[in-house]
């Protein structure tokens, strides 16, 4: 997967777990970290979520586990925004070893566009949907 660098960083010994490799729920934060760089790149910046009184949320997220990671592993998220509708994006992610260049996980979340206010989805404004296609690369979902 091509993409665009979402993410770098180092796995510590406090990621790991109990068989010393890194556990699910860090996977799970560095994904989320690339998602919201990727919201950036698309204009929903933290600023303008403020401003706007608008968020975004997760309602789905599928992960394939490749290759493990473990302590000292540095990673690189890549992403691609794959679906845009009126309220709602779809990611893909990649990371990897960095050292090694393996597959260690997929994921593919799908996010919706809220009002904070009402608690109620709600369309992207124009800019935004505009910015987003500049970055959509439709691909197939995320298999294990």
Not at 25 to 38: I, Q, R, T
Not at 53 to 61: I, K, L, N, S
Not at 103 to 120: F, G, N
Request: aromatic content about 8%; hydrophobic content about 40%.
């Amino acid at each position: 997967m091509e993409g665009e660098a979402t993410y770098r960083g180092t796995v510590y010994p406090w990621h790991c777990d109990h068989i010393g490799h890194m556990n699910v729920m860090w996977y799970v934060g560095k994904f989320d970290e690339a998602s919201w760089n990727m919201f950036a790149r698309i204009g929903l910046t933290p600023s303008y979520l403020r401003e706007s009184g608008r968020g975004m949320a997760a309602v789905q997220q599928n992960i394939a586990y490749k290759r493990e990671l473990l302590a000292g592993d540095n990673v690189e998220v890549r992403s691609r925004l794959v679906e845009l509708r009126d309220r709602l994006v779809r990611i893909s992610h990649e990371m990897r070893n960095v050292e090694s260049g393996e597959v260690a996980a997929m994921c593919e979340i799908t996010a919706v566009h809220l009002d904070r206010a009402e608690r109620k989805s709600t369309p992207f404004a124009p800019a935004i949907r505009y910015a987003a296609m500049q970055h959509l690369v439709p691909s197939e979902p995320v298999t294990a």
